[in-house]
């Protein structure tokens, strides 16, 4: 089951509420994304709230945390991926 999450930007940092019940809290945009990421939520299931008397996240923000999300995702795709260097 895919975990999903809806960020929002509140006082002084991000929240995120996961669709499987947990909070989390992080002060800048790469600590979110990299805590997402490591709870197995992707880039695609990210989602942004504004509630009445929040700062809105900015588009440049949601851009970015996407992204990093789907570096971290790549970064841990070639860890994985044999290597064909042939031995001497």
Do not use: C
């Amino acid at each position: 089951m895919t975990i999903s999450a809806s960020v929002s930007f509140f006082k002084s940092g991000f929240v995120a509420s996961l669709s499987d019940g947990q909070h989390i809290e992080r002060r800048d945009w790469r600590e979110m994304a990299q805590a997402l990421y490591a709870l197995g939520v992707a880039s695609n299931a990210v989602d942004y709230e504004w509630h009445n008397g929040q700062r809105m996240i900015t588009a440049g923000q949601q851009v970015a945390l996407k992204a990093e999300i789907q570096r971290l995702a790549q970064l841990a795709a070639k860890a994985q991926k044999p290597s064909h260097i042939a031995a001497a």
